[in-house]
Nanobody, 123 residues
Framework: QVQLVESGGGLVQAGDSVRLSCAASGLDFVDYNLAWFRQAPGKERELVAAIDWSGTGTYYHHSVSGRFFISRDRPGRTLYLRLNSLEPEDTAVYYC????????????????WGQGTQVTVSS
């Protein structure tokens, strides 16, 4: 059984930084393209950042480019998202996801999802 478990969210102030982690079981991250999505109240889920299976290709949503950084622990089974210069508009539930198909990641349809971790940014 595949499980993705996010951690690291919480209540922070605008301008703060936080690092999210996603640990996998039942799935070897080495073979998968990985991503972070987020969903804010009343909004659709959106792709925030993605990293391909090799670790050399990345994508960032324009609203987080230069502030958020995605990375993966190649020997292990952990995905990270570093969130810097947080803004109230970054408040959302953040989900990690995995797919063996990059197109599915970019299309918002990865096969595997975590349960999400809440990030709340106060002004």
């Amino acid at each position: 059984q595949v499980q993705l478990v996010e951690s690291g969210g919480g209540l922070v102030q605008a301008g703060d930084s936080v690092r999210l982690s996603c640990a996998a079981s039942g799935l070897d991250f080495v073979d998968y393209n990985l991503a972070w999505f987020r969903q804010a109240p009343g909004k659709e889920r959106e792709l925030v950042a993605a990293i391909d299976w090799s670790g050399t290709g990345t994508y960032y949503h324009h609203s987080v480019s230069g502030r958020f950084f995605i990375s993966r622990d190649r020997p292990g089974r952990t995905l990270y998202l570093r969130l810097n210069s947080l803004e109230p508009e970054d408040t959302a539930v953040y989900y990690c996801a995995a797919s063996d198909n990059w197109g599915r990641v970019m299309g918002g349809r990865p096969e595997y999802w975590g349960q999400g971790t809440q990030v709340t940014v106060s002004s």
